[in-house]
């Protein structure tokens, strides 16, 4: 509301473009209850089918009916979108298939259990988010909630009836929510359906009756449900009245408002309505108006202590900046709804019989509000207000500065005597008056106007030099000067504090814009530490220290502070930074937790994680006090915390992108030396085949050395084969000869190929029949399969067996490789996979540690998956998935090798 009475053209604006976003999206309906078994898939479906008699289209995406033969018969008629189909852990679940739905697009979609947990490999993990892409697309919802499924009521359902209720939704989205239906059931009622098995089979039931549904229990649950409905109804109601603008209060429920003013009494008021809303169970808010006019240190700094021990005992506070404390009061009254105020009471003044009381006055503007008046104790009684009070000894000299003007005016006024007439004297003294309440204030500027009319009258006005006055036209005109002068003072020094308030206003969000601007352009901690510096020393006069986190998000005891500060870097203390850093809260100075600290310490926190603490010394431990000041030091703390973790981000895009280009260089040099070795490796193998050809023929010991040669340069070239391979995955440049291929041909080449290294124990291959064929690289997955196999000979002893398994899982194929070695090291079973990574028994022979590194290459190309894991009754298992496609269905879409081989 504007301050005429209308509608504020901004809200007006804001109003509409929120009413035109809501109209491109569906509303969404919630169905709630206090626990399962009230009604409200009943109730749900009951409204869908009353939509359906109106023409609108309904589409059921889930509903489950939990076999009640009541609601499935309601079921009848509407159409039901089908479930999609989802492979999981070896059994293949039913879940909501939201393409299909996005794809039908009906008007209205029904989507029981708001709080489910998907299945995974759905494309959302909860059901609300998929209900949220509904609503996106324009799709009307209907949904049921109970009240445990509820984020911020879990732990309290949890503690009433001992089990705590894993599935969850943000509150957010309830409150968001268009519409919202209370399905209330008496818990006597329940328990009746539950023995009637209504709601669950008759042996769930009379367990259910032992464990959650307890009648004390359902009390508890359906109180919950109707308080969390209640709230939301009053949001719903407040909205309405800021949409129409209502003026009037509707006492639709007992709400508070605690006038602070100044005077001790402050503290004896909060606590007075902290008591009644906890009787009433009400909330309440406290409130301070400032006037613009000068209060003395200590009445500020009792105010301030007022509104934090409003928070602390649960108030909503608010600082107001009006003219007038009595209309601010009552229009912010209005605007929360709040039927009842609390004012201190004011003593009777017998020397001012026209002064009305705050109470009197708030009566008179606003009829309709009750006015609760709390005695003040004897310490206020005593005080003067600043009404009253002298003038502060450092004011006198702005009412001497007054004096001075008016007697300069006067002497400026006096050669002009008999030249000009009076009433153009008399703009002068007024010119006077003006200045004194632009720069000393309104009291100077009072006293100035009864200082200007009395040396107007005394030394202007016949007879001069005299009070006496000869024509009484002059009385006319010394209260017209005087009223005028006291307006105009008045008036103009009113706008000067405006002006001066908008100013500061101004300043700190210049201040933050700049602060903000130095923060984007700081990549190291020095920089950020260095703009804190800067901003903290000119706002609050106060040093800065930061404590970041590590690689491991643990706080880090080294602060970093800003170079080339005069004076000693504050000392922080560490047991508070880490109770700030842990906690997420401020503590130290000013604040509940260790308030006898000279730090203020807080806690940096970003959108992902807490990224650290910012400890703030201030040489004035005034100047960070107060719910203002702490406001700008909280949103100051917020955009640290940005920038901090903006430098993380860049590190981490640095680091990859370093990672990235060290990969490459040495996937270059890796081809480049793998190409080089190939040519003389070949030489070596044929040199040492020709010695053992040659006449006459070698001696045994010649014949001996020349197959060594022989062995090592094969193994050499294994290796060198195997750097080039890797070279080659890593840089795409492998393309995958992709046919139809069944599985057990390439496990039997596998067998054959890794003859040797299997030799010393008993190997089995355990294939179902009904595999199907799969599109593969057949020499490619052969040696992975080969890879697998020489790994498995390697760490495991002579004589133990090892096998080869598959089945098929959904859209997947598992092949897995078992032996019975020692298994791995916990933690080890995803290191192993790495590049040049080998075990502890393979270091001591020879080897690259690339075969496995290979193999999670070649199966991600196929589009699978590879890992390892230890087996239950001993040894390692190393398992890889791949698609299993679709396969040819008539033996014309077979392709047949060139060289007649196996498919």
Not at 119 to 133: E, F, M
Not at 242 to 260: N, P, Y
Not at 469 to 483: C, E, G, K, N, R
């Amino acid at each position: 509301m504007t301050s005429d009475g209308r509608p504020d053209p901004d809200q007006l604006l804001a109003r509409v473009q929120e009413e035109e976003a809501k109209a491109a999206r569906g509303k969404l309906k919630i169905f709630f209850g206090a626990s399962a078994g009230v009604g409200k898939t009943y109730a749900m479906l009951g409204a869908a089918r009353r939509q359906k008699e109106l023409g609108t289209d309904v589409v059921i995406g889930v509903v489950e009916t939990h076999g009640r033969k009541e609601t499935e018969a309601l079921i009848t008629g509407l159409e039901r979108l089908p479930l999609c189909e989802i492979p999981y852990r070896g059994s293949v679940l039913k879940e909501f298939d939201l393409d299909a739905a996005l794809a039908r697009r009906p008007a209205l979609i029904l989507m029981d259990e708001l709080a489910h947990s998907n299945v995974a490999g759905s494309r959302h993990p909860k059901r609300w988010q998929d209900i949220h892409d509904l609503l996106a697309a324009g799709i009307d919802v209907y949904s049921t909630v109970n009240v445990q499924h509820l984020e911020t009521l879990n732990d309290v359902v949890s503690g009433i009836a001992g089990i705590r209720v894993w599935e969850t939704v943000p509150d957010r989205i309830f409150d968001e929510a268009d519409e919202v239906v209370l399905v209330d059931l008496p818990p006597d009622d329940l328990l009746q359906r539950l023995k009637e098995g209504k709601v669950y089979l008759p042996q769930q039931a009379e367990r259910a009756i032992r464990n959650f549904f307890r009648k004390g229990n359902l009390i508890a649950l359906r109180e919950l449900a109707l308080r969390r409905t209640a709230d939301r109804v009053d949001d719903e109601m407040l909205a309405y009245r800021r949409e129409t603008s209502v003026a009037t209060v509707w006492q639709t429920r007992d709400a508070l408002l605690v006038c602070i003013g100044s005077g001790t009494g402050a503290e004896r008021l909060v606590r007075t309505g902290a008591r009644l809303a906890g009787r009433l169970e009400a909330p309440w808010h406290a409130v301070h108006v400032h006037t613009h006019s000068s209060e003395p240190e200590v009445e500020r700094q009792r105010i301030v202590h007022a509104l934090e021990l409003s928070a602390s005992l649960g108030a909503e506070t608010a600082t107001l900046v009006a003219d007038d404390p009595v209309t601010a009061l009552v229009d912010y009254a209005r605007e929360q709804n709040l039927s009842r105020l609390l004012v201190g009471r004011d003593h009777p003044r017998p020397w001012r019989p026209w002064y009305r009381s705050m109470a009197d006055r708030i009566g008179q503007a606003a009829p309709d509000l009750d006015v609760i008046q709390v005695a003040r104790n004897e310490d206020a009684r005593a005080a003067r207000s600043p009404s009253t009070a002298a003038p502060a000894p450092g004011n006198w000299l702005a009412y001497l500065k007054a004096a001075a003007i008016c007697a300069v005016a006067t002497g400026l006024a006096t050669p002009l005597a008999g030249v000009i007439e009076l009433t153009n004297i008399a703009m002068l003294f007024l010119l006077a008056v003006l200045i004194v309440a632009m720069r000393l204030g309104r009291g100077p500027a009072v006293a100035s106007s009864f200082l200007a009319v009395a040396a107007f009258d005394f030394f202007f006005v016949a007879p001069r030099f005299s009070f006496a006055v000869s024509d009484a036209q002059y009385l006319m005109t010394f209260a017209v000067m005087l009223s005028v002068a006291l307006i105009t003072g008045q008036l103009t020094a009113r706008y000067k504090q405006h002006a001066d308030v908008a100013t500061q206003r101004e300043a700190r969000a210049r201040a933050l814009y700049e602060m903000a601007r130095d923060l984007s352009a700081a990549l190291l901690p020095m920089q950020i530490a260095e703009a804190c510096d800067r901003f903290l020393s000119v706002e609050f006069g106060a040093q800065a220290a930061l404590l970041l986190t590590d690689a491991g998000d643990h706080l880090q005891v080294e602060t970093v502070s800003a170079k080339g500060r005069s004076g000693s870097p504050p000392i922080v203390d560490e047991g508070v930074a880490r109770w700030a850093f842990d906690h997420g809260e401020a503590a130290g100075l000013s604040t509940d937790t260790l308030p006898g600290s000279p730090l203020l310490y807080l806690p940096l926190k970003a959108p992902m994680r807490t990224r650290g603490v910012l400890a703030i010394a201030p040489r004035d431990p005034l100047r960070v006090q107060g719910p203002e000041a702490r406001r700008q030091l909280d949103t100051f703390a917020s955009l640290v915390a940005i920038a901090v973790e903006r430098m993380h981000y860049v590190e981490v895009a640095q680091s990859t992108l370093l990672q990235m280009e060290s990969e490459s260089l040495r996937n270059s040099l890796l081809a480049a030396i793998s190409h080089d070795l190939r040519t003389p490796l070949s030489v070596l193998v044929g040199l040492a085949e020709s010695i053992r050809l040659t006449q006459p023929p070698p001696t045994d010991d010649q014949a001996r050395l020349a197959g060594t040669l022989k062995e090592e340069a094969l193994r050499m070239s294994v290796k060198v084969n195997k750097l080039l391979d890797m070279a080659r995955l890593q840089a795409g440049k492998i393309q995958l000869n992709r046919q139809w291929q069944p599985l057990e041909e390439i496990v039997g080449s596998a067998l054959m190929a890794t003859a040797a290294p299997l030799a010393a124990h008993s190997v089995s291959a355990v294939l179902p029949d009904d595999l199907p064929l799969i599109e593969i690289d057949a020499v490619l997955i052969e040696r992975v399969l080969c890879n697998l196999l020489e790994n498995a000979a390697k760490f495991t002893p002579a004589g133990t067996h090892i096998s080869i398994s598959a089945a098929v899982r959904g859209s997947e194929v598992d092949v897995w490789v078992d032996d019975s070695g020692p298994g791995f090291p916990k933690g080890r079973e995803e290191a192993i996979f790495e590049k040049f990574e080998r075990g502890a028994r393979e270091s001591a022979t020879p080897g690259v540690g690339l075969g496995l590194a290979i193999c999670r290459a070649i199966v991600a190309a196929h589009g699978g998956s590879i890992h390892a894991e230890n087996r239950a009754g001993g040894g390692a298992r190393f398992v890889f998935s791949l698609p299993r496609g679709m396969p040819p269905t008539t033996a014309e879409e077979i392709v047949v090798p060139a060289d007649g081989g196996t498919p």
